[in-house]
Every structure is written in C-alpha cells, then in structure tokens.
C-alpha cells in the first residue's frame, strides 16, 4: 500500500471514528461510511469524506469498484454480523484488502450466557423479575414476546426520534424507557438499577469503549445478575492500536491511539513574567530552560532552595500558593507535588487566560513544555502526544548530540 492510496472505512463504532480522525490527520486520502445521519453528526467536521446511508452487499462492491479503494477497514458494531459479512465479501469479490478493526471482548465470569436475543427471551419466559435492557432498540422486538413485558422490562435506548418512535410503537410506553446517549459512568448504572428495582442487567459484550466493564461492575453493586448475549462466534480482527500499528509504516504521522499532537508556537517571552509554582526538581529543569529566553520569573514555593539561579530576573516567594500569583502572568509552569495544588493553579490561570503547563496532568495543561535546544541557528521545541515523555526526551537527546547543543 502507497500513502497516496484511497481508504474507505465502515464506521459505526468510538474506534472508527478515532481511527478516521487519526487516518486524515496523518494525511491519508480516507472516506468513512456511516449508516445513520447520526453516526455523520458524531463524526463532527476532520475533512474526509463522508458517505452516509447504509447499503446492502451490491451497493458496497459497487461504491468500492467505483472509488478505486486500496484498502477497507470493517469497523462497524461487534454484533453487526450481517453488515460484517456484506463488506467482506464486496471486498473479497473486488480484490481489496479488507481489515475488522474489533475491539477486545470484555473479561466476565458469573454471567447467564444467552447465543442470541431469542435465547434471553426464553430464558426470561421461565425467570421473573424485571430486566434493565442495554442492548438498544434494533433488538428490541424480540423481548415484547415476553407477556409481561410491558411492566418487567426497562429499557435504555438511544435519544433519537428513530429509536424513541421504535419503542413506542413496539408497546413500550415513557415510563418503562430511558432515552439517553452514553457514556453511562457505574455511578449512573447503579442508580438505574436500583431506581426501577431491576434484577437482571442485560447487555452485549462491546468490549470497553461500550462501557462494558462499568454496566458489569453496576450490576455487582447492585446485586443484579448479568445477562451477555454472545459475540457471534467467528467475528475476529485486529483492534485500533495493531491497525494503526500496521498502517504506521506508510503514514508515518500515524501516532497510536490517534491521540491530538500540538501546533509550535514560538513566542516572545523577553520581560514577561513567568510564573512557576513549585522549586523542586522539575521547577528547576524548567527554570533554566526559562531563563534562556530573558523573561522575569515568580517562583513561589513554601521552601525556597539555595540552590536556585538568583538574580534580578527572578522574584521568589516563600510560601504556598496563592491565586493572587497569577496576577499580570504571561504563562504558567504548575510544578508542585501536590496534586490539588497543580489543579487549583491549572483551572485558575484557564480562568484568567494563561498558557499553564500542569507538570503532574497533561489532561489539564493548554501547552505542553517542550524540551528546548538552543544553538546560535535555532530554537527547537519538541513535545510529544503526552503520553511518552521519555521518548520525547530521547529525541530530544538525539537533537542535541546532533547539534552539540
Ligand atoms: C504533559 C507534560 C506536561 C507539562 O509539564 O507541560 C508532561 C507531563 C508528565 N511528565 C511526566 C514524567 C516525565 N517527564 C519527563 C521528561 C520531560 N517531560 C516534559 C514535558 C511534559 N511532561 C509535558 C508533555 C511533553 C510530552 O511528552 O509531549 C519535557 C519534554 C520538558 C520538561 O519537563 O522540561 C521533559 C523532557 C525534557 C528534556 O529531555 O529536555 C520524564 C523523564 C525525566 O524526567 O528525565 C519523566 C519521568 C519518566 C517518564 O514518565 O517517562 C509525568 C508523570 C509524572 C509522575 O508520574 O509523577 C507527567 C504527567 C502526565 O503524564 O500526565
Ligand atoms: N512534567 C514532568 O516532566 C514531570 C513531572 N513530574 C511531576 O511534577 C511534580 C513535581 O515534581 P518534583 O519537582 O520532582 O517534586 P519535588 O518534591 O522535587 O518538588 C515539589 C516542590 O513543590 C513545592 N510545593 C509544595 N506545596 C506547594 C504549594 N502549595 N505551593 C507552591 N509550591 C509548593 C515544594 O516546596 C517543592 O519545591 C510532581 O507532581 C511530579 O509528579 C515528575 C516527573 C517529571
């Protein structure tokens, strides 16, 4: 496969979507199919093209023939079986490369195993109680061949007009549906299966982007038992990180997970205050780094070490932090051991509109530091996506013997 070559993706999953987003950002000439105009609004706007509408195995062929694609990445639902089949098969016949992206399937024990939705309606036919159903409404039909079914079985169902009407007409009425777009935390399934008194949990096994580990980690809380319904039996493929993995070699800004990296800016700190709060190890990488760039340091710590740079570029302040300090900062460095402290000074230098790098939580920094070399030429900077410091600072290392910085 050439970089110059067209992918087409079956979407429909968080890991479609993540991949698609990662694919175009590295650069690759990539279509995404979706089946709903909801799964398109998910997508949200990264360039690429996006086909919506869902097709049948005649449609797939031709719309792969006509583009030209070099490669399709299955990455429709764990249970689309029949859409899983239709897209392996246009691929087989048209002599693309064809890849399942699947997710892992999640680790469970002390669960009724039910092959199929037809298995759980007998199972629930001879077994009362009521049931919270988590498998949305495709399936939904099924469970309404339970007579009772209108008053034992609660179901979450996704907030679209679709799936609302759906249930309506299937006879479920408002007071038996929970209408709501996940992520559902265990918190909000525990609470669920108590509020409506259920004694049975049912889901499918959507490995964990589908929450799986917190609706099983519910139902322990709330002595419910677990209903899976099984991952059809021959579904195997690879998950996001061995696709991205593969791809890697020929999209080299590929990166795992396709996690977001940052755009350099390189900007004028001479005479601006700096402030970093913290003087221990990391406080003193970052001050020297600073002090290269003729900007006025704040340091404040409750221990002020002898070993700091002194001079009249550096203020220091010998006790905790406060917020005060953040007063007619240009950027902030949160560099104390305390993670509540970090914290406090990332939300309030957001609040204010200060660049603040937070040293103990890459979520709540909004830039990153660079490790910075200098020669008379040039500044670089270079950060990673956060989640390989030292590789950042191996490349960095790199750099520098290179450069003899
Ligand atoms: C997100 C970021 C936020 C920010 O601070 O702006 C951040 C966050 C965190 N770093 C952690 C650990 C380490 N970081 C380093 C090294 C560097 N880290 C730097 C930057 C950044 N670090 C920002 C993103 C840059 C990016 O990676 O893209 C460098 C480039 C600049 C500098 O620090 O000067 C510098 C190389 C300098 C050079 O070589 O010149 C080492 C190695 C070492 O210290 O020798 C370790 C220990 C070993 C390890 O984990 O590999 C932890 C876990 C803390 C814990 O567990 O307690 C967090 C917290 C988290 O990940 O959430
Ligand atoms: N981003 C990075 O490169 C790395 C980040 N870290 C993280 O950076 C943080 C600092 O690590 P080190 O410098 O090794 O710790 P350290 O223990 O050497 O220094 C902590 C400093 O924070 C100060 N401090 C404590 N409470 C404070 C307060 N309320 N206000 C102001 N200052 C206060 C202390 O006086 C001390 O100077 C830690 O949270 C650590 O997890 C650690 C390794 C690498």
């Known amino acids: 496969m050439k970089s110059t070559d067209k992918i087409l993706i079956f979407a429909g999953t968080t890991e479609g979507r993540t991949l698609f987003e990662a694919l175009t950002r590295a650069g690759a000439d990539v279509d995404v199919s979706v089946a709903t105009g909801y799964g398109k609004e998910l ?13 049948d195995g005649e449609q797939m062929l031709a719309l792969i023939q006509k583009n030209g694609y070099a490669l399709v990445i299955d990455a429709t639902h764990p249970y689309a079986a029949q859409a899983t089949s239709n897209i392996s098969r246009a691929c087989a016949l048209a002599g693309v490369e064809y890849l399942r992206l699947l997710r892992p399937s999640g680790e469970c024990s002390d669960v009724i195993l039910c092959e199929n939705i037809q298995a759980v309606v007998e199972y629930l036919k001879s077994h009362g109680g009521s049931v919270l159903s ?42 038996n549906l929970i209408c709501m777009q996940g992520p559902f935390s265990c918190g909000l399934n525990v609470e669920m299966l108590r509020q409506y008194g259920c004694d049975y949990l049912l889901t499918k096994n959507s490995g964990d982007a589908g929450g799986f580990d917190e609706k099983l980690e519910a139902a322990r809380q709330a002595g419910a038992q677990v209903i899976l319904i099984d991952r059809p039996g021959s579904d195997h493929g690879f998950s996001c990180e061995e696709i991205v993995e593969r791809l890697s ?27 970093v709060a913290g003087a221990g190890r990391i406080a003193q990488r970052r001050l020297k780094t600073l002090l290269r760039f003729d900007c006025r340091i704040r340091i404040v710590a409750p221990h002020i070490p002898q070993t700091l740079p002194q001079g009249e570029a550096i203020c220091c302040i010998p006790r905790a932090f406060e917020e005060g300090d953040l007063e007619g900062v240009f950027l902030a460095v949160a560099a104390t051991d305390k993670r509540e402290v970090n914290r406090r000074i990332g939300i309030e230098a957001k609040r204010r509109g200060i660049p603040v790098s937070v040293a103990d939580s890459r979520e709540e920094c909004t830039f ?18 956060g989640d390989d410091h030292h590789a950042v600072a191996q490349t960095a290392k790199k750099i520098r013997e290179a450069l003899h910085d």
């Open 43 to 55: 997508l949200g706007d990264h360039g690429g093209h996006v086909l919506c509408g869902r097709c």
């Open 134 to 175: 988590t498998i949305g409404s495709k399936e939904l039909g099924a469970l309404t061949e339970l007579p009772d079914f209108s008053s034992r079985i609660f179901a979450r169902i996704l907030s679209t007009p679709e799936a609302v009407d759906k249930a309506f007409s299937l006879g479920f009425s408002g007071k």
């Open 249 to 275: 070699s020929v999209f080299p800004l590929l990166e795992k997970g396709g996690k977001k990296t940052h755009f350099p800016i390189f900007t004028d700190i001479s005479g601006k205050t700096v402030l």
């Open 368 to 385: 990153f530091f660079p490790a910075v070399i200098t020669t008379p030429q040039a500044v670089i900077g270079a950060v990673g996506s």
